[in-house]
């Protein structure tokens, strides 16, 4: 077995070279810190909207909240009966959006 040489300039009288380094405390890494080749993080795609994007995104929410509360505040069997139909639509005319399904709610109290 070979022992290395002390480092130059020390002396074996020096006894901080014998003394046991601390234990380092360990901080939770980042993801970029344990994968340095892996690209920054995307950021959300909802930063990258412009006004109007964000504006209509906005109003499409409002409007397909004011149909859910319409459909929440119907009876529980008209309900029901509403949301069969409207999922089983084999060919749908009303597309998946506020206005189709409004204007399909309309459709569907107008028959009763």
């Known amino acids: 077995m070979r022992f290395s040489p002390w480092p ?3 002396s074996v ?3 901080k070279v014998l003394e046991v380094a601390p ?3 360990a901080e939770p890494l ?3 810190a344990l994968f340095s080749d892996m690209p920054a993080q995307v950021p959300p795609r909802s930063s990258r909207w412009t ?3 964000r ?3 906005i109003k499409q ?3 397909w909240r004011a149909v859910r509360r319409i459909i929440q505040n119907m009876a529980a069997p008209e309900r029901q009966d509403f949301l069969m139909k409207w999922r089983h639509l084999r060919n749908p005319i009303y597309p998946a959006s506020p206005k189709g ?3 399909y709610l309309a459709a569907y109290k107008e028959k009763k």
Do not use: K, N, T, W
């Open 61 to 63: 929410a409002r409007a």
């Open 30 to 32: 980042g993801v970029s």
């Open 8 to 10: 130059y300039g020390v």
């Open 55 to 57: 504006y209509l995104r």
């Open 23 to 25: 234990p380092m405390i």
């Open 101 to 103: 399904i409004s204007a």
């Open 51 to 53: 006004p109007e994007q």
């Open 13 to 15: 009288s020096d006894f």
